[in-house]
């Protein structure tokens, strides 16, 4: 594992952790020397990083749909050049285009910055021009895409599998449902109709053949008023809303992730039961100190999952619990009993 964080989880379970920069040659190099095959986990690996391993051993996904996916103009413009519906949007590289921006998408709306935003940093709701000035400066002047604020039926995601040979294979879709910007809870099977359901499988399907991606990724979707789908992003890695994999189907989306790399037959992506996937924040951490687990254990059939970062931050990304039950109804009841419990404890 290649990663600049000495605390590294995935580090830590490594038999080798290279804790570098990702555009250092020296750790590139014994990169290229011991993998036969190399794959990110994290979109903001350099593309030129890729493009050099590529020369010298197997990277999936590739440098060029990555570099298109880890930047927000790069990303939208694809999608536009392919017709894929989006939410309407405008480039803002400085303030003097905010005016025409503002003229595309009309206001309310999103300003979101082209690079490094996740988990919903990185972007401000704006109402005005005024704002949208306010909103860029806010950002450092840094490039953004401006976006017309949608009125949400509800989000759903697709996580997909594409092959070195062009075959594809999706997971079942989930239903997100998104806290302050953070996903908070997936639901699957989504609670949306067959047709969007087919509908957003066929347009995974379109992006990734149109990105030539070799590997895991994900689109997040929005569902509008009339049933109508418009893709948000695009996200060239495993996903959060694909986590409910790891216990409810017959393969992993990080198990496909090692397969499509090492250019072995998918798994089988079937659902083997209804499954709620809850994400464990920082939040839950009362006065830093972890949560009570039993609070969680004690339920049978929920699966716990950490990931062994060392410090709980407001909105940090702990961990995440899978609850699995015999209907839906029931693993959403039960989802959000246990974290009314761990919430109390606050
Ligand atoms: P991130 O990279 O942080 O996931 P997203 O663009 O996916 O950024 O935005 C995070 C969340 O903010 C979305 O899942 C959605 O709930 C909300 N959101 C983003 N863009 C819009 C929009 N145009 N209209 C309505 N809600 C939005
Ligand atoms: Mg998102």
Same mark, same amino acid.
């Not at 285009?97 to 935003?117: E, H, S």
């Given at each position: /594992?290649?990663?600049?964080?000495?605390?590294? %989880? &995935? !580090?830590?379970?490594?038999?080798?952790?290279?804790?570098?920069?990702?555009?250092?040659?020296?750790?590139?190099?014994?990169?290229?020397?011991?993998?036969?095959?190399?794959?990110?986990?994290?979109?903001?690996?350099?593309?030129?990083?890729?493009?050099?391993?590529?020369?010298?051993?197997?990277?999936? %996904?590739?440098?060029?749909?990555?570099?298109?996916?880890? +930047?927000?103009?790069?990303?939208?413009?694809?999608?536009?050049?392919?017709?894929? %519906?989006?939410?309407?949007? &405008?480039? /803002?590289?400085?303030?003097?285009?905010?005016?025409?921006?503002?003229?595309?998408?009309?206001?309310?709306?999103?300003?979101?910055?082209?690079?490094?935003?996740?988990?919903?940093?990185?972007?401000?709701?704006?109402?005005?021009?005024?704002?949208?000035?306010?909103? $860029?400066?806010?950002?450092?002047?840094?490039?953004?895409?401006?976006?017309?604020?949608?009125?949400?039926?509800?989000?759903?995601?697709?996580?997909?599998?594409?092959?070195?040979?062009?075959?594809?294979?999706?997971?079942?879709?989930?239903?997100?449902?998104?806290?302050?910007?953070?996903?908070?809870?997936?639901?699957?099977?989504?609670? /949306?109709?067959?047709?969007?359901?087919?509908?957003?499988?066929?347009?995974?399907?379109?992006?990734?053949?149109? $990105?030539?991606?070799? !590997?895991?990724?994900?689109?997040?979707?929005?569902?509008?008023? !009339?049933?109508?789908?418009?893709?948000?992003?695009?996200?060239?890695?495993?996903?959060?809303?694909?986590?409910?994999? $790891?216990?409810?189907?017959?393969?992993?989306?990080?198990? =496909? =992730?090692?397969?499509?790399?090492?250019?072995?037959?998918?798994?089988?992506?079937?659902?083997?039961? %209804?499954?709620?996937?809850? +994400?464990?924040?920082?939040? /839950?951490?009362?006065?830093?100190?972890?949560? &009570?687990?039993?609070?969680?254990?004690?339920?049978?059939?929920?699966?716990?999952?950490?990931? !062994?970062?060392?410090?709980?931050?407001?909105?940090?990304?702990?961990?995440?619990?899978?609850? $699995?039950?015999?209907?839906?109804?029931?693993?959403?009841?039960?989802?959000?009993?246990? =974290?009314?419990?761990?919430?109390?404890? +606050?």
């Amino acid at each position: /594992v290649l990663d600049p964080d000495p605390d590294s %989880p &995935a !580090g830590e379970l490594a038999t080798d952790h290279v804790c570098a920069d990702y555009t250092d040659h020296t750790a590139l190099e014994y990169i290229a020397k011991t993998c036969d095959a190399v794959s990110t986990e994290f979109e903001n690996v350099p593309a030129a990083t890729l493009a050099w391993l590529a020369d010298k051993c197997v990277v999936r %996904p590739g440098a060029k749909a990555v570099s298109i996916s880890q +930047n927000r103009i790069l990303e939208k413009s694809f999608l536009r050049d392919q017709g894929i %519906p989006t939410a309407k949007f &405008a480039i /803002v590289h400085s303030a003097v285009d905010i005016d025409a921006a503002i003229k595309t998408t009309d206001t309310p709306a999103i300003l979101k910055v082209a690079r490094f935003g996740y988990d919903g940093k990185g972007q401000i709701r704006v109402n005005s021009t005024e704002e949208t000035h306010a909103a $860029l400066q806010a950002m450092n002047n840094e490039p953004c895409v401006l976006e017309q604020l949608l009125d949400l039926q509800c989000e759903v995601s697709v996580v997909i599998a594409r092959g070195y040979d062009g075959s594809m294979m999706t997971y079942p879709v989930a239903e997100n449902r998104h806290h302050h910007g953070i996903l908070d809870i997936s639901i699957v099977p989504a609670r /949306v109709s067959a047709a969007i359901q087919a509908t957003a499988s066929e347009m995974a399907k379109v992006i990734a053949a149109k $990105l030539e991606y070799i !590997g895991v990724m994900a689109v997040e979707f929005f569902v509008l008023e !009339g049933n109508a789908l418009v893709v948000n992003e695009i996200a060239p890695r495993p996903h959060n809303s694909g986590h409910y994999t $790891l216990d409810a189907c017959v393969t992993s989306q990080f198990e =496909q =992730q090692v397969r499509t790399l090492c250019g072995l037959p998918f798994g089988d992506t079937r659902l083997l039961s %209804p499954v709620v996937m809850v +994400n464990l924040l920082g939040d /839950v951490w009362p006065h830093d100190h972890a949560p &009570a687990w039993e609070r969680i254990l004690s339920h049978p059939q929920i699966k716990l999952h950490l990931y !062994g970062k060392r410090k709980a931050r407001k909105g940090r990304k702990m961990g995440h619990y899978n609850v $699995l039950a015999t209907s839906l109804d029931e693993a959403i009841q039960l989802a959000q009993k246990v =974290q009314t419990s761990l919430s109390r404890d +606050n």
